[in-house]
C-alpha cells in the first residue's frame, strides 16, 4: 500500500527516538521510501548510521549541510507524507507557532501532504495545557496526531505519554496516504474458523486461522473505511479495526445479521462450520464414557437468509473455500447466496488458503473474473477491495 510513496521521517529528540528506527524499518518493509531527518537532539539519542543503514536515503540533520540552499521546500514538496515520531513537546510547539529553527520543523512548514505527529514525552508534559493546546491547533490545521499511549515511561513511571506502536503509525500513514477510495464505507469482516461445542473443553472446528480476514480488516481501514472484524481468533485486530470476538457460528450469525442495516460491505472470509454437535453436553465428557458417536446438526447458513433479503446498499462477498472444481463451485454459491462477489480459493494447493501468508484467488461476479496469482494476503486483500469499490461504482 506504500508502495513507491516518498515519506519524510522526522525524528526529535527524546527517549522514544529508538522506537523511531523499527519504525523507519516497517515503512521500508512496506515499499515506501523513507527520507530521514534528525534534530539535533534526536543524534544524542540514537545514531545517525541506523537510520543511514535503514532508511532509502541518507539522514539529514540541517538545513545547512546539503549543496542545495532549499532542501525544506524540495522535501515538504516531493512527499507524500511527513511522519513526526517521536514529536517532543518543543518540535510540536514550534510547528504550532510556526517557527522554523531547523530543517524538520522548516519542512513541516513548506509541505502541503498529510502530517502524522506522534509525540512521545513524560506524562506531566503530556498533559500540559501548552502541549495539550498546540496539539488541539494542530489537529484544527488537518495534521492527524496519533495519541501517545499510557504505559511504562523512562525512569520507570508508569503514566501517558508513551509513543504510539510502530504498527499503530504504519497504519495511520496508510490511511492517510490513501487511496481514499472506501472513506465512510461501514464495513464488516468475519475471520477464522468458527468452534461449535461438544462439550465445555471441546469443541470441532476447522483449519481457518483468520490471516485473510484480518487483511482485509486493515486494508478497508487504509481505504478509509470504518471496519468492524468479528474474530473467532485470539488476536488483537489492526490498529484502528473494531473487534468483536465470536466462537460459534450461531454467535457470529447473532453479532452480523443486526448490523446490517448499517452496514455498506460485509465480506464474510470466515470459514464457518456447516456442522455441530448436535446436542453439546454441558459437563465435560469424561474418558470412561466410551462415546462412539457424535451426532451433528447444521449449522444455519446465515449468509443465505442476508442474501435473500439483501438491502440496496448492501454489498456483499462471500469466500469458497474449495478443493476440486473451484470455479464452478463459487459460481454456485454466488448464485444460490445472491453475492455480488465471491472469492474462490483452492485450498488443497500449496502455500493458498489456510494458514498461510500467502493465498491464490479468483473474484467472481457479474461479468467479473478476475484471477490473482499467488500474493501475500494483504494483496489479495486489495485486490477483493479493488473489485468490491467497482462493484459499487456500478
Ligand atoms: N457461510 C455462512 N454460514 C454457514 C456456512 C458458510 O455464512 N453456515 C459463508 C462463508 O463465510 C462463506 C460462504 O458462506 O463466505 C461460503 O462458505 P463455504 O463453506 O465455502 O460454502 P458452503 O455454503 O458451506 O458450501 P459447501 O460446504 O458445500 O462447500
Not at 464452478?328 to 494447493?349: C, T
Request: aromatic residues 2%; contains cysteine.
Amino acid at each position: 500500500m506504500l508502495a513507491g510513496k516518498r515519506i519524510v521521517l522526522g525524528v526529535s529528540g527524546g527517549i522514544a527516538a529508538y522506537k523511531a528506527v523499527e519504525l523507519c524499518r516497517r515503512l521500508v518493509d512496506a515499499g515506501a521510501h523513507v527520507i530521514p531527518i534528525m534534530t539535533n537532539a534526536a543524534t544524542r539519542f540514537v545514531g545517525e548510521t541506523t537510520f543511514n543503514a535503514l532508511a532509502s536515503e541518507p539522514v539529514l540533520t540541517s538545513l545547512w549541510d546539503e549543496d542545495s540552499p532549499i532542501p525544506h521546500t524540495l522535501l515538504g514538496q516531493s512527499a507524500d507524507a511527513v511522519v513526526v515520531a517521536p514529536a517532543t513537546a518543543r518540535l510540536i510547539g514550534a510547528y504550532a507557532a510556526g517557527i522554523s529553527s531547523d530543517l524538520l520543523t522548516a519542512t513541516l512548514l513548506a509541505t502541503a501532504a498529510p502530517v502524522i505527529v506522534c509525540p512521545a514525552m513524560h506524562t506531566e508534559m503530556w498533559e500540559h495545557p501548552a502541549v495539550q493546546e498546540n496539539l488541539a491547533t494542530l489537529r484544527r490545521r488537518g495534521v492527524i496526531v496519533v495519541d501517545a499511549e499510557p504505559g511504562r515511561l523512562a525512569g520507570g513511571d508508569i503514566g501517558k505519554g508513551r509513543l504510539a506502536s510502530p504498527a499503530t503509525i504504519v497504519a495511520t500513514v496508510q490511511r492517510a496516504i490513501g487511496p481514499h477510495d472506501m472513506d465512510g464505507l461501514r464495513v464488516v469482516v468475519t475471520a477464522g474458523g468458527t468452534r461449535e461445542a461438544i462439550d465445555p473443553v471441546r469443541v470441532i472446528s476447522n483449519r481457518s486461522t483468520g490471516k485473510q480476514g484480518y487483511a482485509l480488516a486493515a486494508a478497508a481501514h487504509a481505504r478509509g473505511a470504518d471496519v468492524v472484524l468479528v474474530s473467532t481468533v485470539d488476536r488483537e485486530p489492526p490498529p484502528g479495526v473494531t473487534m468483536v470476538s465470536v466462537e460459534s457460528a450461531a454467535e457470529m450469525a447473532d453479532v452480523v445479521v443486526p448490523r446490517i442495516a448499517d452496514t455498506d460491505v460485509l465480506i464474510m472470509a470466515a470459514a464457518v462450520a456447516d456442522f455441530r454437535p448436535a446436542n453439546p453436553a454441558d459437563r465435560k465428557l469424561k474418558k470412561g464414557e466410551a462415546i462412539e458417536a457424535i451426532p451433528l446438526a447444521p449449522t444455519h447458513d446465515f449468509l443465505v437468509d442476508i442474501g435473500a433479503r439483501k438491502p440496496a446498499h448492501l454489498t456483499l462477498v462471500g469466500f469458497a473455500a474449495e478443493t476440486e472444481n473451484l470455479e464452478e463451485n463459487a459460481r454456485g454459491k454466488l448464485e444460490r447466496k445472491n453475492l455480488d462477489l465471491i472469492v474462490a480459493n483452492d485450498v488443497s494447493m500449496p502455500n493458498v488458503g489456510f494458514a498461510h501468508d500467502t493465498n491464490e484467488v479468483v473474484i467472481i461476479g457479474p461479468g467479473l473474473r478476475r484471477p490473482v496469482p499467488l500474493a501475500d494476503k494483504s494483496v489479495v486483500a486489495d485486490a477483493v477491495l479493488d473489485a468490491v469499490v467497482a462493484a459499487r461504482a456500478r
